[in-house]
């Protein structure tokens, strides 16, 4: 091959090959339609649990995050992805292989017996002239980035997992002590109407009622109290944490609902959803697939490999010992497609069918992620304008039966007025607890949405 040949080659191989874009525009809104929470600072998402001031909450995710099946295959498949990341890598450098070996043997009658003993290095290079193997590795770059974006990501999504749990189960008690409160009073309005059917004030059918009233709320406390017992089973499941032990963490820890810590998101969604290791992860297989479609477009080009080897060897015969460097370049071979049935063409066709379906992901994943953000924020706002109206139910409602139950008792009332007036109150109270943990759920959402304090390499603040 003479030198004009070479040139034409290099020359060919920088311009060759065109992979379609690595990079796609996010189609992302300009702004949130939603309105944003107001709280006038920014909040550490990466310490956001820290922040809701219950230690028992955080013990839960940390425990969670390091027993959870899904954080341990994210970290699987960063081992993996490194590894091919590693083997693409050294595909750009030449190989060096030892060998050595040793014969004896007789050439021909009357000669005598000889020993021949070699020992050399083999040195082989594929040069990559079309930028084949350069695209392998930042295929696999991208794919090991987007690796270690998907384990933040899962450790994200336990982390909110075990948040809503163990919200849930805070409103779970909550609720089982307002109905718990409500079987008691109309255990005490069943005592005193009976009292009063025996002495022949009232008629047996209130008594009756009465009963019916106190039975049915003493049923709902449990089945309440069972919706607990599950709740915290389900934590169990989620932490590994012996059911004894939570239990008694648990018993530690005040029913009431605690709000969660405010979060502050940007007004731009692109900076917003940039944060997101999801959408990262996605935008890193767009990357990923468009190497993958330039490796298979190289594939297509003549390949020109180099070869050696340098080696020392030894041959005796009688006694006497004669030394036998060796040593070779090349040769420099260079192979050219001819006919291949239309195998490379079509592995051309199949990656980049590959990328457009990685294309296609990469914009619906940012499509879900906006509808994410979007609804939390939504859920936010609705229940900070519904939380004021929920309060006046309550104090309204048990105002109301408060007074009816008095005038219940000096005979003015009926016993079905006192029980509608029982049944609003005790309606208001368990919405004002659905509320709150709604509230706590749409802020949990919105730390999901908003990428849980992960950061990403390629973003500058």
Known sequence: MNSLTLCALLLLGGCAITPPAARVAMPAAPQWIAPLPHNGSVTDLAQWWQQQGDPLLVRLIEAGQAVS??????????????AVRVSAGAALAPTLDAAASASRSSAQPGVPLGTVAQVALQASWEIDLFGARRLARDSAQARLDGAQAG????????AADIANQYYALRACRQLLDVTSADATSRSETARLSQLSANAGFVAPATAALARASAA??????????ALC?????????????????????????????????????????AQTLSQRPDVFNA??????ASAAVGTAQAQRYPRLTLAGSIGAGAFRANGVTTDAPTWTIGPLALSLPVFDGGTRAANVDAAAAAYDEAVALYRAR???????????????????????????????????????ESRYRSG?????????????????????????????????ALYRAAGGGW???????
């Open 366 to 404: 940012v499509r879900q992620a906006v509808r994410e953000v979007e609804e939390a924020l939504v859920n936010l706002d609705s229940t900070r304008a519904r939380s004021a109206d929920a309060g006046l139910a309550v104090d309204g409602y048990r105002a109301s039966f408060a007074g009816t």
């Open 412 to 444: 003015l009332a009926s016993l079905v007025e006192l029980e509608d007036a029982r049944r609003l109150r005790l309606a208001a109270e368990l919405t004002q607890v659905s509320l709150q943990q709604q509230r706590s759920a749409a802020w949990i």
């Open 455 to 461: 950061r990403n390499p390629d973003f500058k603040e």
């Open 151 to 158: 384990w933040h990501d899962a450790r994200v999504s336990v």
């Open 283 to 288: 935008e890193r297989e767009v990357a990923a």
């Open 229 to 269: 017992d599950i709740d915290v089973k389900v934590l169990v499941a989620l932490t590994a944490i012996a059911e004894p032990d939570l239990r008694q963490q648990l018993a530690s820890t005040t029913s009431s609902l605690l709000l969660a810590a405010p979060i502050a998101i940007t007004s731009l969604p």
């Open 216 to 225: 049915e709320a003493s049923s709902r406390v449990t089945q309440q109290q």
């Open 69 to 82: 099946p899904t954080v341990a295959s994210a970290a699987s498949r960063i081992g993996q992805a490194r």
